[in-house]
């Protein structure tokens, strides 16, 4: 059983910046691959990136694609999602999740999952 802890979330204007982490109780956290999704009320959850549990290999939506970056700290069993240049429409609750595999998008994809943390960008 993987229990994940989101934290960083918060209010900030357009433009700026938030880092939200991720942290894991499981000393097998280095097994898994993290995804990062995120869901905006009335909408369904969707994929904003993930990692691979080396830390090698990063996945990116096409929305956040330069302007988000993810990276991982196994020592510390902690996945970051660090985010830059933030607009309003990135506005949501944002959720960590873990899966084996790594690669895949679909939230259904992933068996463990935060609680979330809601992230608020004022234009």
């Known amino acids: 059983q993987v229990q994940l802890v989101e934290s960083g979330g918060g209010l900030v204007q357009a433009g700026g910046s938030l880092r939200l982490s991720c942290v894991a109780s499981?000393?097998?956290?280095?097994?898994?691959?993290v995804g990062w999704f995120r869901q905006a009320p009335g909408k369904e959850r969707g994929f904003v990136g993930s990692i691979a549990w080396s830390g090698d290999s990063t996945d990116y939506a096409d929305s956040v694609k330069g302007r988000f970056t993810i990276s991982r700290d196994n020592a510390k069993n902690t996945v970051y999602l660090q985010m830059d240049s933030l607009k309003p429409e990135d506005t949501a609750v944002y959720f960590c999740?873990?899966?084996?595999?790594?690669?895949?998008?679909?939230?259904?994809?992933?068996?463990?999952w935060g609680q979330g943390t809601q992230v608020t960008v004022s234009s």
């Open positions: 999740a873990a899966t084996s595999g790594y690669g895949r998008r679909w939230f259904r994809d992933y068996s463990y």
């Open positions: 499981t000393r097998t956290f280095s097994r898994y691959s």
